[in-house]
């Protein structure tokens, strides 16, 4: 009799520790986040810069914000491991892939990661710690579980956990309702929707067939470059209205301008030619331009 052919699990290729650490806990969407969070409590620490008093502030800040962050995004990914699987993007991600078993060790580890974020943040400063598990929150519960699969609305909503990383920067250093922070904050929620439609536009077979409702997967591309377009312009003219703040004024302006141009002008590209390689250049502009604005509006409040 011919042997019977018995089914062996493939292993888990062997991947450095460092390298599913990165992909596991969202490390370079992490470091954009504590961009805008430093930039918060910048904008809203002073006069304290001046003496140096906000320091060891942002120091804690960097602490819990990567903390809650990355643990946020293991869960985010534990909850998701089914549908990444499906996904040519994302299903070389450590859970899908075998990298993280069994993978309810990133459930554990990314709650405990948030919990310990939180207990710091809140021995630190109690409105810190509100602001970094409203945005654990709004991302875990409100982006993943209850609008990702099921509306088109779901990373206009969700762009709130961004917000609440400038937030938390503010909440820092003891001022999270400084109106400066506040704008960046409202920048940073214009601003996702045009970054990550950007995304799905090139992804968006791989968006349907996982079952996600994202908008390029919903409308036209064309259709889909018109909403990009309105929050690029959104996300623009916030960024150029923060100028009126008298410690940023005419220096961040001109700092800006010439990022911002180019960002319209790669929207408007998008526009006439909504292409998946189109689309890519714009996502990969969207990135670059959040971390120059804050980066100019750090650079014009700082004392001199």
Same mark, same amino acid.
């Given at each position: 009799?011919?042997?019977?052919?018995?089914?062996?699990?493939?292993?888990?290729?062997?991947?450095?520790?460092?390298?599913?650490?990165?992909?596991?806990?969202?490390?370079?969407?992490?470091?954009?986040?504590?961009?805008?969070?430093?930039?918060?409590?910048?904008?809203?620490?002073?006069?304290?810069?001046?003496?140096?008093?906000?320091?060891?502030?942002?120091?804690?800040?960097?602490?819990?914000?990567?903390?809650?962050?990355?643990?946020?995004?293991?869960?985010?990914?534990?909850?998701?491991?089914?549908?990444?699987?499906?996904?040519?993007?994302?299903?070389?991600?450590?859970?899908?892939?075998?990298?993280?078993?069994?993978?309810?060790?990133?459930?554990?580890?990314?709650?405990?990661?948030?919990?310990?974020?939180?207990?710091?943040?809140?021995?630190?400063?109690?409105?810190?710690?509100?602001?970094?598990?409203?945005?654990?929150?709004?991302?875990?519960?409100?982006?993943?579980?209850?609008?990702?699969?099921?509306?088109?609305?779901?990373?206009?909503?969700?762009?709130?956990? !961004? *917000?609440? =990383? @400038?937030?938390?920067?503010? $909440?820092?250093?003891? #001022?999270?309702?400084? %109106?400066? &922070?506040?704008?960046? +904050?409202?920048?940073?929620?214009?601003?996702?929707?045009?970054?990550?439609?950007?995304?799905?536009?090139?992804?968006?077979?791989?968006?349907?067939?996982?079952?996600?409702?994202?908008?390029?997967?919903?409308?036209?591309?064309?259709?889909?470059?018109?909403?990009?377009?309105?929050?690029?312009? !959104? *996300?623009? =003219? @916030?960024?150029?209205?923060? $100028?009126?703040?008298? #410690?940023?004024?005419? %220096?961040? &302006?001109?700092?800006? +301008?010439?990022?911002?141009?180019?960002?319209?002008?790669?929207?408007?590209?998008?526009?006439?030619?909504?292409?998946?390689?189109?689309?890519?250049?714009?996502?990969?502009?969207?990135?670059?331009?959040?971390?120059?604005?804050?980066?100019?509006?750090?650079?014009?409040?700082?004392?001199?």
């Amino acid at each position: 009799m011919p042997e019977q052919a018995t089914s062996v699990a493939a292993p888990a290729p062997r991947v450095a520790w460092w390298r599913t650490a990165v992909v596991l806990f969202k490390l370079r969407v992490v470091v954009l986040l504590l961009v805008v969070a430093v930039g918060g409590a910048v904008l809203a620490a002073d006069p304290w810069l001046n003496h140096g008093a906000a320091w060891p502030d942002v120091l804690i800040l960097l602490l819990t914000g990567t903390l809650s962050a990355g643990g946020a995004s293991a869960i985010n990914q534990y909850l998701e491991q089914d549908l990444d699987a499906r996904m040519r993007r994302t299903r070389k991600r450590p859970l899908p892939a075998g990298q993280v078993r069994p993978p309810v060790w990133a459930l554990v580890l990314g709650s405990g990661m948030v919990a310990l974020a939180l207990l710091v943040a809140a021995w630190h400063r109690p409105q810190l710690a509100w602001a970094e598990a409203a945005g654990a929150f709004i991302y875990v519960v409100v982006y993943t579980l209850a609008l990702k699969r099921r509306t088109i609305t779901n990373i206009v909503i969700g762009g709130a956990a !961004g *917000s609440a =990383a @400038v937030i938390s920067g503010a $909440a820092a250093v003891g #001022r999270w309702n400084a %109106p400066e &922070a506040w704008a960046l +904050a409202g920048l940073v929620f214009l601003w996702t929707p045009s970054h990550f439609w950007s995304l799905s536009l090139v992804y968006k077979d791989d968006y349907a067939r996982a079952g996600f409702p994202m908008l390029p997967v919903k409308v036209a591309p064309r259709t889909a470059a018109r909403w990009v377009a309105v929050h690029t312009l !959104g *996300s623009v =003219a @916030v960024a150029l209205l923060m $100028a009126l703040f008298p #410690r940023l004024g005419w %220096p961040y &302006a001109a700092l800006i +301008a010439l990022p911002s141009a180019y960002y319209v002008h790669r929207t408007l590209r998008l526009l006439r030619e909504p292409t998946a390689a189109q689309a890519m250049r714009l996502f990969h502009t969207s990135n670059l331009y959040l971390a120059v604005v804050t980066l100019a509006a750090v650079l014009t409040a700082l004392p001199g």
